[in-house]
């Protein structure tokens, strides 16, 4: 079997989605051997690092004016061109392919959470998804959560089409040693003049990740306890967000926010942290939950859709918009170190239940399945 990896992703910024092809193309590298894989992009050249794969996995480049008529034309014609048997694509499955294709969906936030989205955001994501949904030969959805979200939500998708199929971390969030922990608080000390204990979040700063509830309630927790932490926010800036209020939120006293921090750079700020702190509206997984607890770190999640299926009874759940409960219990666990470690050590057995190469083995079974109902 042929299998065509839409791999765009990878020659970008590190995101979710290119998180996810790293760790499922790494775990394929190590259970399939036998089928050929073939990884697409549009650009040449890849920022970082690439994942080490098997010789039965090869990489094209396949030049394009625009992402849309890479995905509209040249993609297609290049899986006829290489005689691919099944195709793996994120969200947009071409209208017209000369092969099954397979579709990972990640959330579909813009349906449930349609306010927090501009109304084109909206407007496109509602006129591609639905489509997407109908022409693919199968639907993976990296939970059990975003799997009933779809059906729910498109009733027409017949529910043997959608198999969850759950994510991972990868090998580099583990407990850190005392070196690694001592360079993290080092890099925040040289580059943001954080020197005393932290709490962190991690991920896109977009209204759906309900930072400024959590900046209330953490400012609520410091005073209330007389707390000496600080709240440091990594992730680049989303959409609407608007200049105000990213400016308010900067500026909040106890708050530090580095923008974007490469991912070499997460674990031992995951490590070196008191807590993390992910009071999410809504997520397809939320990795970043499953990064924490890897590392050892205590983490306070809210326990709306996925969330309570990543950090099982390992986390503390939180409804998202309670922000005096959130106060309360942000300052009952950064005053109690023994409940810090029991929660660390209880963090890293459910992050035992998560690994690529599980993924890479159910994700390889949806490929056989596809090819053996559509092969001619």
């Not at 349906?111 to 109908?134: E, W």
């Not at 759940?317 to 209880?346: C, F, H, V, Y």
Request: a neutral charge.
């Amino acid at each position: 079997m042929r299998i065509g990896i839409d791999a765009r992703l990878l020659t970008g910024r590190y995101t979710g989605d290119r998180t996810y092809w790293r760790g499922l193309l790494t775990g394929l590298s190590v259970v399939d051997r036998a089928n050929d894989y073939v990884l697409y992009t549009r650009l040449p050249s890849v920022e970082g690092d690439v994942p080490l794969l098997a010789p039965n996995f090869s990489w094209k480049s396949m030049p394009s004016r625009s992402d849309r008529a890479w995905s509209f034309r040249v993609f297609p014609r290049v899986l006829r061109d290489d005689h691919i048997d099944v195709a793996h694509v994120q969200y947009t499955v071409p209208p017209a392919c000369p092969c099954p294709v397979v579709t990972t969906i990640h959330d579909i936030s813009f349906r449930l959470l349609p306010h927090l989205f501009s109304f084109k955001d909206r407007f496109l994501l509602n006129l591609s998804i639905p489509g997407s949904i109908q022409r693919s030969a199968a639907v993976i959805a990296v939970s059990n959560s975003t799997r009933s979200d779809i059906l729910a939500s498109y009733p027409g998708t017949p529910a043997d089409k959608v198999t969850a199929i759950l994510e991972a971390a990868s090998d580099e969030y583990r407990p850190q040693t005392l070196n690694e922990t001592a360079a993290a608080r080092s890099q925040l000390s040289d580059s943001y003049g954080v020197n005393g204990p932290y709490a962190v979040s991690v991920g896109v700063l977009q209204p759906r990740k309900n930072i400024t509830m959590l900046v209330r309630a953490f400012a609520a927790a410091r005073e209330k306890y007389q707390l000496p932490h600080v709240l440091v926010i990594v992730g680049k800036r989303g959409w609407n967000i608007a200049d105000k209020e990213y400016d308010r939120l900067a500026h909040t006293d106890g708050v530090v926010m580095t923008g974007y921090v490469a991912d070499t750079l997460l674990p031992g700020l995951y490590g070196a942290a008191d807590v993390c702190l992910y009071p999410s509206l809504y997520e397809g997984f939320g990795l970043p939950v499953l990064e924490a607890l890897s590392c050892g770190c205590p983490v306070i999640c809210s326990n709306t859709s996925s969330l309570p299926e990543v950090a099982g009874n390992a986390a503390i759940l939180l409804p998202p918009n309670d922000e005096g409960i959130w106060a309360e219990r942000i300052g009952e666990l950064l005053l109690s170190a023994d409940m810090r470690t029991q929660m660390g050590r209880a963090g890293l057995a459910q992050a035992a239940h998560f690994d690529w190469k599980t993924t890479a083995e159910r994700t390889l079974g949806v490929y056989n399945h596809v090819y053996a109902r559509h092969r001619p």
